[in-house]
């Protein structure tokens, strides 16, 4: 298995393929448009069901705040702000401006058309935040470790589902029943309740299942780590040990080898095609693109 020092490595000596710039960018677009349902989730598993019934609350009478808090003249900067706090019993929805003061600019001498709508660039995430939200049983009073970063849930929401919120970020698997490939028949009943589930319900369950939520940091070795882990060590016990695609596809630390599901005498199998590419990016990429373009910073130690 990798050592910390090991990824830190990689990723310093990642070179992103430049010729896939914009496929990368594009997921990353994607990334930052669902970062406050990604947010809502990680608020969720830390604090718990306080928190999320404060939020639904909050996600559910929205329309009508919007129009009390934000007149169709407010300024952009007071909406953009008013958005952005990071308080732990605020939907948190935004893009992490602290809990800091920021006077009322008042309103703004050109009536904006749709302002209510300035941030809604995606409805599917809309939608995903007004779901109501079985909270599992294990996580009704929160969890201890470390905030899980929102950006470590988009990844997997584009890896696994496509960024589709009809899916359980598990394995893609159809939210209408429980899952069917590994890990099957979740979530628990005992947990979560029976199907139909919820995007962001199924996403609590399975972070919690692979204990994301009881990290005590996010440094850089163990982020990958984790993001690796939730595909599977199977790269790394390979002979030869090969870099996982699901973290380093589209750069030089990745050229070929996969593993893909094939069933065989009925049941559904993990088997290495030695020759084939991954067309995913890989998250390690994505992070590191990220990174270069000042979106993010990841402490490495």
């Given amino acids: 298995m990798l050592t910390e020092i090991e ?68 300024s952009f900067f007071t909406r953009y702000y008013a958005d952005n706090t990071d308080s732990p019993f605020m939907p948190a929805l935004g893009m992490g401006m602290g809990n800091v003061p920021f006077p009322s600019t008042g309103p703004a001498n050109v009536a904006l058309p749709q302002a209510n709508n300035l941030f809604s660039v995606n409805p599917a995430v809309d939608a995903a935040m007004q779901q109501l939200v079985r909270v599992p049983r294990s996580l009704k009073n929160g969890s201890t470790g470390a905030e899980i970063p929102w950006y470590v849930i988009g990844l997997i929401h584009y890896i696994e589902c496509g960024f589709s919120f009809k899916k359980h970020l598990y394995n893609g698997d159809p939210l209408t029943g429980k899952t069917v490939h590994y890990p099957p028949g979740r979530p628990l009943s005992s947990e979560v309740g029976d199907a139909p589930y919820s995007f962001v319900e199924s996403a609590m369950d399975s972070l919690s299942f692979l204990h994301f939520n009881t990290q005590s940091n996010w440094r850089l070795p163990l982020l990958l780590h984790k993001l690796e882990q939730y595909n599977g060590m199977g790269y790394q016990r390979h002979t030869p040990p090969i870099h996982s695609p699901y973290l380093w596809s589209y750069s030089n630390q990745y050229q070929k080898g996969k593993f893909v599901e094939k069933k065989i005498k009925g049941h559904m199998k993990a088997i290495f095609e030695p020759d084939l590419v991954s067309k995913q990016v890989g998250l390690a990429v994505v992070l590191k693109r990220m990174t270069d373009r000042c979106i993010i910073t990841i402490p490495m130690q």
């Fill in 7 to 74: 990824y830190i490595q990689l990723f310093r000596d990642c070179v992103v393929d430049k010729d896939k710039y914009p496929v990368i960018d594009k997921v990353i677009d994607q990334l930052l448009q669902g970062r406050k349902v990604y947010t809502y989730i990680a608020k969720s598993i830390k604090y718990g069901e306080n928190y999320v019934r404060l939020s639904h609350s909050l996600v559910s009478a929205d329309a009508g705040l919007q129009q009390v808090l934000y007149p169709a003249g407010a």
